[in-house]
């Protein structure tokens, strides 16, 4: 007997290999091959159909249920904002000019529900309550101004709190990780808080743009979930 038919007898194919030359064992090969690849591409084809039929009807149930605030469409037909909102990016932007001044409102989407409250006994978490956003004051021709960090808070008198206010001198400042972001607000002068409240709400903050940051976050949030749910689809039926 040659070496080769020792060696698959070794492998544990002795009754194929005594009488089987080495053309027959590689026709056996592929054959073999073959038939144990079928099983796995029947098998991503059924899984494939049964995905892309769920988000169809997942995309059903969304654009059926999906309906934007009303307060999104008045607030926008009557503000100086202009709003900045793209397909595929979770941020968005209030912006308007002041003067010389640039006054950019930026927030990010948020899902309408906590899942820690659902884990804590909860049928399905609490309804959104709050949005952090970012209110930047800046200069055309320096670059210079001040940043307040603030988030959304329920209440009919003050519909925001704010956590720090940055100054920066430049546009690298401003953006740098390693920059201070300056003191609590809490912890500074009542009078520069109250003087630092009267300027924001001449710059056009009050409790309309709170609301429309909420309504926003949650309305992005749930256009970007329909959109992700389309692309998948897509990408599953090409």
Same mark, same amino acid.
């Given at each position: 007997m040659s070496a080769f038919p020792r060696l698959l007898q070794a492998a544990g194919c002795r009754r194929l290999v005594t009488c089987a030359s080495a053309g027959q064992v590689k026709a056996f090969s592929r054959t073999a091959s073959f038939a144990f690849s079928q099983p796995s591409r029947s098998f991503a084809s059924a899984a494939t159909s049964k995905v892309v039929k769920t988000l169809r009807a997942e995309i059903k149930h969304?654009?059926?249920?999906?309906?934007?605030?009303?307060? &999104?469409?008045?607030? *926008?037909?009557?503000?100086?904002?202009?709003?900045?909102?793209?397909? @595929?990016d979770v941020n968005m932007v209030l912006e308007r000019e002041l003067d010389d001044k640039v006054l950019r409102i930026e927030w990010q989407l948020t899902s309408p529900f906590d899942p820690s409250a659902e884990m804590e006994g909860g049928e399905e978490g609490y309804e959104h309550e709050a949005t952090d956003f970012c209110i930047t004051v800046e200069s055309k021709?320096?670059?210079?101004?001040?940043?307040?960090?603030?988030s959304t808070q329920t209440g009919e008198d003050h519909r925001f709190v704010i956590g720090n206010v940055k100054s920066f001198s430049s546009v690298e400042e401003k953006d740098s990780v390693n920059g201070f972001?300056?003191?609590?607000?809490?912890? &500074?002068?009542?009078? *520069?808080?109250?003087?630092?409240d009267e300027f924001l709400a001449e710059? @056009?903050?009050?409790?309309?743009?709170?609301?429309?940051?909420d309504a926003m976050a949650l309305d992005k949030e749930q256009r970007e979930y329909i959109r992700w749910l389309n692309n998948s689809m897509k990408f599953l039926e090409s």
């Open positions: 969304e654009e059926e249920q999906y309906e934007q605030a009303k307060e &999104i469409k008045s607030f *926008l037909a009557k503000s100086e904002f202009k709003l900045v909102d793209s397909d @595929g021709t320096s670059s210079a101004g001040l940043s307040f960090y603030c972001n300056g003191p609590e607000f809490e912890d &500074i002068d009542e009078k *520069l808080q109250e003087a630092f710059a @056009g903050m009050n409790n309309e743009v709170c609301d429309f940051i």
